[in-house]
């Protein structure tokens, strides 16, 4: 009898740990899944624009300051839910609350303002990635159009039937063919129906990485011929692209909000960010080992165009798609927030989806504007991703501690200064270099992103 007992409590007791181990698991997964989409699938060219020795440097310490600040946010967050003795906030609220809360009135009264900054950058960079994710896509069904290992901006001369001889279609126009399937895509209302699509997508993820790193140890077994390092500015370029690819800014304060603990957020960070840094290293590090300065996004451009790549291609092409989807919800929502009041009832959903088509639109014209899929990673890492992954965590937490008893405000000043300026300095010289990039592909009439096609048929 004891001994039944025993046993039961000891299933008992596993069964809870399996449960609990459950579900930090999948916070560390939509953690991760918040940062791996489209931007480590470029990871291989930052690589080749700074050299792998800083490169693979900057990798380890950028993710880790990142998980510090977020860190920092997540538990500003926890604090200013005590406060405002609410259960949840999201970024912007926290942003607003630690000023709103903060005992000196010149300050406090820049609380509207900070929030709707917050706002801004946010839909800003998602709104970009949107655009990063259109080239992604009309860069890939262009290679398999014109079964061709060559990538340009330019339409290049086509053979048919032996005799007839056509240009085919600029990679603009590849981007306007595919506005109104974006626009489509982009209507739905629920995230539900997307969610499936998204978690296929880790998977296609996951294989294009092992065969990365399949392709690095094919084509260049003894790591020859790699640049050891670039110039500063490259490193400059790089530092926008590493932050782009790591980040988890929009979904860090979600995933704690949805813990059944959120007083064990700290493990999902750590691990989160472990494998976060782990992937971009793989697929990045690997990435350029393959294809060394034939380097192209998203990687799998430089497969080989056989069946099985061409398969693996036309699936990323895909999961971009419908990342490109999941993005666009959250700043679209936070946009018609601002926009819903001024319509009647019964129009608020038909203009929804009015809203969701233009906003669609723009995006695809940016694109258009600027199809440089690097040039735009990096400007939105350096121009967004330094206000969100480095500056506001650091001044949020200074407003939400600055009176709490205990903490040494010249210490927590000081290195809250020190950390911003990182990201001040990241927020200008990078966001200049990368606009200079952008502002280059919309002058230039004739640009290569990869000139010849890889050696040996790759």
């Not at 025993?6 to 698991?25: A, D, E, N, Q, W």
Request: aromatic share 16%.
């Amino acid at each position: 009898m004891v001994e039944r007992i025993l046993t039961r409590i000891g299933v008992l007791i596993l069964s809870v740990k399996c449960v609990f181990f459950y579900r930090l698991l999948f916070s560390i997964m939509n953690l991760a899944k918040g940062a791996l989409g489209g931007g480590v699938l470029a990871g291989h060219v930052a690589y080749m624009t700074a050299g792998y020795f800083p490169a693979l440097i900057l990798n380890m310490v950028y993710g880790v300051y990142m998980c510090f600040n977020f860190y920092i946010l997540v538990m500003s967050a926890q604090r200013l839910c005590r406060r405002c003795h609410v259960a949840s906030m999201t970024y912007p609220d926290v942003g607003e609350a630690a000023f709103a809360l903060f005992p000196n009135p010149k300050v406090a009264r820049w609380s509207t303002c900070y929030r709707k900054w917050i706002d801004v950058i946010t839909c800003l960079n998602l709104f970009g990635s949107c655009a990063a994710y259109q080239l992604m896509v009309a860069k890939t069904i262009k290679q398999l159009a014109e079964n061709t290992q060559e990538s340009i901006i330019e339409g290049r001369h086509g053979s048919y039937f032996g005799r007839f001889s056509v240009r085919l279609p600029n990679l603009r126009l590849y981007i306007a063919f595919m506005i109104v399937p974006f626009i489509i895509i982009c209507l739905i209302t629920e995230i539900k129906y997307l969610a499936p699509f998204s978690i296929g997508a880790n998977f296609v993820i996951a294989i294009a990485i092992i065969m990365t790193i399949s392709y690095a140890l094919q084509y260049n077994p003894k790591f020859e011929n790699m640049v050891v390092a670039n110039s500063f500015l490259d490193v400059i370029k790089y530092t926008g692209m590493a932050v782009f690819s790591m980040s988890c800014a929009g979904v860090v304060i979600p995933v704690e909000n949805n813990m059944k603990d959120p007083k064990k957020f700290p493990i999902v960070l750590g691990c989160g960010y472990i494998f976060i840094i782990g992937c971009v290293f793989f697929c990045s590090f690997f990435g350029y080992v393959a294809f060394l300065d034939k380097c192209e996004s998203p990687i799998t451009m430089n497969f080989p165009l056989t069946t099985g790549p061409k398969v693996l291609k036309g699936l990323i092409a895909v999961m971009i798609y419908v990342t490109h989807a999941v993005n666009f919800f959250m700043p679209f929502n936070c946009v018609y927030f601002y926009l819903k009041p001024k319509f009647k009832p019964e129009n608020q959903y038909k203009m929804e989806l009015v809203f969701r088509a233009l906003i669609v639109i723009i995006i695809s014209l940016v694109a258009i504007a600027f199809p440089s899929v690097d040039a735009l990673m990096g400007f939105l890492g350096c121009f967004c991703l330094s206000n969100m992954a480095f500056i506001c965590p650091n001044t949020i937490y200074v407003l939400v501690h600055y009176e709490r008893p205990g903490k040494n405000r010249k210490f927590m000043i000081w290195r809250a200064v020190l950390l911003s300026l990182f990201g001040v300095f990241i927020l200008f010289c990078g966001s200049f270099v990368s606009g200079k990039d952008l502002i280059f592909t919309l002058f230039k009439k004739k640009q290569e992103d990869a000139t010849t096609p890889a050696p040996d048929g790759r």
